[in-house]
């Protein structure tokens, strides 16, 4: 065997781990164990804790990777919301399918609940979410659609704020009635 097969096959290998890993935190998420024990991924994985902390240095680079996805489809939602020509409709589009990723996706609705990102991927996602918010938010200033001193990171809360409120036990007809409340409480 080569050495490039030979690390071909290493890297190959190190994917599939890596996958079976990431299988085993979200069927653990999924199953509402949300504290992600690093301990308890690896055993469901078949593979030793360090195994898991060199792919995963701590906890929260293992919520952004599972969240990575998610995370990319909320900024595409996001720039398409800001290109939106009825910016309320935008808006409206953009808390909605925020709400319904975060209640599928339970890493990313503790991906946007976390101060700061640890993945370089995370960083720029999240910057990337960050302008297409701005823009949206700045048309919906100046056409008077929202209030003045809403913020993109007041928007990052609330939609957080709403996702748990919904966690805890409402129905899917209360998840829109609140979206509405908040949408009504964003006017001017």
Do not use: W
């Not at 976390?114 to 720029?124: G, M, R």
């Not at 809403?150 to 966690?167: I, N, S």
């Amino acid at each position: 065997m080569s050495p490039t097969t030979n690390a071909e096959s290493l890297r190959a290998d190190s994917a599939r781990v890596r996958a079976r890993m990431l299988a085993a935190a979200r069927d653990r998420m999924a199953a509402g164990g949300l504290d992600l024990s690093m301990n308890a991924v690896a055993k469901a994985a078949g593979v030793g804790v360090g195994t898991v902390y060199r792919h995963f240095p701590t906890r929260q680079a293992l919520l952004e990777s599972l969240a990575a996805q998610s995370l990319e489809t909320l900024v595409a939602t996001a720039v398409a919301a800001a290109r939106e020509p009825d910016v309320g409709t935008g808006l409206a589009a953009l808390l909605r399918a925020g709400l319904r990723i975060q209640l599928s996706d339970p890493a990313l609705a503790e991906v946007l609940a976390a101060v700061d990102a640890v993945c370089a991927e995370t960083l720029d996602l999240s910057r990337d979410l960050a302008a297409a918010i701005a823009t949206l938010l700045d048309r919906a200033r100046t056409e008077g659609a929202i209030r003045p001193d809403l913020t993109a990171d007041d928007l990052r809360r609330l939609l957080c704020g709403l996702q748990h409120a919904v966690r805890i036990g409402a129905t899917d007809d209360d998840a829109d009635r609140y979206l509405d409340i908040l949408l009504a409480g964003l006017r001017p």
